[in-house]
Nanobody, 124 residues
Framework: QVQLRESGGGLVQAGGSLRLSCAASGRTFSSSTMGWFRQAPGKERESVAAINRSGGTYSTDSVKGRFTISRDNAKNTVYLQMNSLKPEDTAVYYC??????????????????WGQGTQVTVSS
C-alpha cells in the first residue's frame, strides 16, 4: 500500500511560480513511476508530467518548457516546479504512483495510487 500526500498549492498571479510536493509512504517509491495530473472544474482529469524510476521525464505539450517534474528518492518525494503559470493552469493537482514505465506513461490508467489533491489557482 502506498499513501501519497500533496502540498504546495495555492493562489498565484499569472506569470508566477509554485512548487508542488508529493510525499510518499512505503518502501517501493524508488521503483515507482510517479505522475502529476490535474482536473479543472467541469473538465476531465488530464496528465501533466511523469517521471520513471530511472529519472526519465515526460510532460504534456501544454506545460512543456514551463513545468518540471523531479524526484528525490532519499526523501520519498516527487516535485512539480511550475513556472510562467497561466489562468488555464488552474485546477486540482493530483500526485499518482504506479509500476508502469512504457509508452503510455502519461495515461492515468497506469497508476494505482492517488493523493487527495492540492488546489492551484492562477489569477489573471
Amino acid at each position: 500500500q502506498v499513501q501519497l500526500r500533496e502540498s504546495g498549492g495555492g493562489l498565484v498571479q499569472a506569470g508566477g511560480s509554485l512548487r508542488l510536493s508529493c510525499a510518499a509512504s512505503g518502501r517501493t517509491f524508488s521503483s515507482s513511476t510517479m505522475g502529476w495530473f490535474r482536473q479543472a472544474p467541469g473538465k476531465e482529469r488530464e496528465s501533466v508530467a511523469a517521471i520513471n524510476r530511472s529519472g526519465g521525464t515526460y510532460s504534456t505539450d501544454s506545460v512543456k518548457g514551463r513545468f518540471t517534474i523531479s524526484r528525490d528518492n532519499a526523501k520519498n518525494t516527487v516535485y512539480l516546479q511550475m513556472n510562467s503559470l497561466k489562468p488555464e493552469d488552474t485546477a486540482v493537482y493530483y500526485c499518482a504512483a504506479g509500476g508502469y514505465s512504457g509508452t503510455y506513461i502519461l495515461s492515468s490508467r497506469n497508476y494505482n495510487y492517488w493523493g487527495q489533491g492540492t488546489q492551484v489557482t492562477v489569477s489573471s
